[in-house]
């Protein structure tokens, strides 16, 4: 039996599986990887929109990661939703305890559907505390305009330098909710600025960006370099959306895999 690199997803749970926790354990299944997993809130949401969020204690969040880091080798942490300043405080806090080879930051601040997945006062513990930490910070447009406090418009790479600037060793900033027939993602490290497009799907792929911010977390973890793991998580995450399926009633489609 060959050994799989460890996983850890600290993020909330979606109860209609297509997001968060669920979404994170189906791509570190499929790419070879076991998941481990810290769940920071549940919340109660299916494909129509979220109708409850509750965000755990902190001693048991803490709880949780410690019981993983005091047993498994983690090769690799991805953070989603924190829910709270507490939380992304005290992930934050744990993160530099424990100082894991590769740390992807997904700033989960509100979902599609319009539900706030991050209390407006925890911006300044993202900022200060948590976002230095990471390898790879993951922004979509919105949340790169929320932790810039500007609108971008067209000035997409001065948002990336200035998004660089915040710490993280890189940003993939992504388009996908930007408007033309292609998503174009631009991710930005010390080196420069890479680049990969894809044409966008005609339907709302629910949990897509917790989707391709694990499988970045998976390819590194199984020891890609982290312009290749941006390369190739992209292109797998993109593959495996064309696949989406609609499991309820709702229109989002859910990564439909296997
Ligand atoms: N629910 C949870 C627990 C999440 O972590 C996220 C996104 O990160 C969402 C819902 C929102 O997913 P989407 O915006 O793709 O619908």
């Not at 129509?48 to 880091?69: E, K, M, N, W």
């Not at 991050?118 to 230095?132: K, S, T």
């Not at 020891?223 to 959306?241: L, Q």
Request: glycine share 12%.
């Amino acid at each position: 039996m060959t050994a799989k690199p460890n996983t850890l997803t600290i993020a909330g749970s979606d109860s209609g599986g297509g997001a968060g926790i669920q979404a994170d354990l189906k791509t570190f299944q499929a790419l070879g990887t076991h998941g481990l997993t810290a769940i920071t809130a549940v919340t109660s949401q299916n494909t129509l929109g979220v109708s409850a969020v509750h965000t755990l204690p902190a001693a048991h969040v803490r709880s949780q990661i410690d019981a993983v880091f005091a047993d498994f080798p983690i090769a690799a942490v991805k953070t989603g939703m924190l829910g709270s300043a507490a939380l992304t405080r005290l992930v934050a806090r744990t993160m530099r305890m424990r100082r894991p080879a590769w740390l992807v930051v997904d700033p989960v601040m509100i979902a599609t559907r319009g539900a706030r997945l991050l209390d407006e006062n925890a911006m300044g513990a993202l900022v200060d505390e948590l976002i230095p930490l990471a390898d790879i910070l993951t922004p979509n447009l919105p949340e790169a305009e929320a932790l810039l406090g500007r609108r971008i418009g067209r000035a997409v790479d001065e948002a990336g330098a200035d998004l660089l600037a915040l710490g993280a060793a890189g940003v993939l900033l992504k388009g996908g909710h930007g408007k033309g027939t292609d998503v174009i993602d631009r991710y930005y490290d010390a080196s420069g600025v890479i680049e990969t497009r894809y044409p966008r799907l005609p339907f709302e792929g629910h949990g897509s960006g917790c989707t391709l911010a694990s499988a970045i977390a998976a390819y590194l973890a199984r020891g890609t370099s982290p312009h290749a793991a941006v390369r190739r998580a992209s292109a797998w995450v993109n593959k495996a959306f064309q696949r989406a399926w609609r499991p309820g009633a709702g229109t989002a489609r859910v990564l439909g895999h296997g």
